[in-house]
């Protein structure tokens, strides 16, 4: 198991993550407005990797992932590990690797539309 945070193990085949990008987004200078809950956002998602199960490879804490849509649960806090952005306690969610994740960044690739792109993975 590898994590950011000893309190949280993720079980073996499961990812969790810290941070899904929503809201508004930018394509070159161009601001799109917040999406969510609309028939068009539905897109694939950027996810910041808290937590990997001991089986998953090719994926660290601190890893951007590229997220099939709807493939993560709802998010669970965490009162004993303080979100230093928001000061509240640690939002996460969990994904099912290799199921959910499309692919795989060191850095947050920035502008997220890209991943409308990529193709899901077939079932």
Known sequence: MKTLNPI???LPGRVLVDKIVHGERKVGSIIIANDDGKAHGVRNRWAHVFAVGDDV?????GNWVLVE???WTRS?????IIDEETKEPLR???LEYPKSVIAV???YPGDESWGE???STPE
């Open 8 to 10: 949280v193990k993720p």
């Open 92 to 94: 996460v969610y969990m």
């Open 117 to 119: 792109f990529f193709e």
């Open 105 to 107: 960044s060191d850095t």
């Open 57 to 61: 490879v090719d994926i660290e804490p």
């Open 76 to 80: 669970r806090k965490i009162p004993e």
């Open 69 to 71: 849509h709807g493939r």
